[in-house]
């Protein structure tokens, strides 16, 4: 069952979707706000499995659905987003954000229902996949969505998680083969979980330092692996101007 944030300042409008997303047999929490710092609070307090946001908000409001999506990925970095608006002139600057989804108003129920289905279905598919990995210590299955980063240092490989360091016997070359596309070697000692960045700042040796959310690794990579995956980061990353 999943929790979904809406944003949008329209009451009526907002009520409607709210009782639209209530009856989604796949949620069980809705939380419903009119404006931007509202959704972003509301991201952070509860960490929503989506968020349905409305893109032009009133003329009271600091900022736009767009850059609600790129704070809310700051502070509940796992929360899906989607963009609900009437102006189609919008669908280019959105996809900044990195959006699951793009949907015009008027909105229609079985399309944002259809949509609901698949963020919530590929999220629980995702929480549930498990590879497995060879420690000192045996075998473990371990959701690859936790890690942050993989380190090599000497003869010791490291897998980097939310909740605590591995040590493992595979090389960085087959862990790369076994694990989902986010997780991609920018380094010949690193791999890292593109979603979990959370800044990037430039060294003396032409490479850039990495840390994550939730985790306290610090990992590196190269300037020519960050030219290829920079436009794949997530979008509350702190990245180099």
């Not at 409607?16 to 009119?34: E, R």
């Not at 280019?92 to 698949?118: G, N, R």
């Not at 473990?140 to 605590?164: M, V, W």
Request: glycine content about 4%; overall charge positive.
């Amino acid at each position: 069952m999943a929790t979904v944030l809406i944003l949008e300042d329209e009451e009526y409008i907002l009520e409607f979707i709210k009782l639209l997303v209530k009856k989604h047999p796949l949620v069980d929490k809705v939380i419903a706000v009119n404006n931007s710092q509202s959704a972003v609070t509301a991201a952070k307090d509860y960490w929503p499995q989506v968020a349905l946001l409305d893109i032009e908000l009133g003329p009271d409001d600091s900022f736009n659905g767009i850059q609600t999506a790129k704070m809310i990925a700051q502070v509940s970095p796992d929360t899906v987003c989607a963009f609900l608006t009437g102006y189609g002139r919008y669908a280019l600057d959105a996809y900044s954000a990195h959006p699951y989804d793009y949907v015009l108003k008027p909105i229609q129920k079985e399309k944002l229902a259809d949509l609901l289905t698949e963020i919530i279905s590929k999220k629980k598919r995702r929480s549930e996949y498990k590879v497995a990995l060879k420690t000192k210590k045996g075998m473990i299955f371990l959701n690859p969505y936790s890690i942050a980063c993989i380190e090599k240092k000497g003869g010791k490989t490291s897998i980097h998680t939310d909740q605590r360091t591995y040590e493992t016997s595979c090389n960085l070359n087959e862990l790369e083969s076994r694990l989902p596309e986010e997780l991609v070697r920018v380094h010949n000692s690193y791999i890292i979980n593109l979603a979990r960045v959370l800044t990037l700042k430039p060294t003396s040796s032409r490479s850039y330092e990495v840390t994550f959310d939730n985790c306290a690794a610090i990992a590196y990579m190269n300037r020519k692996k960050y030219e290829e995956y920079k436009h794949r980061l997530a979008p509350g990353a702190n990245l180099p101007r």
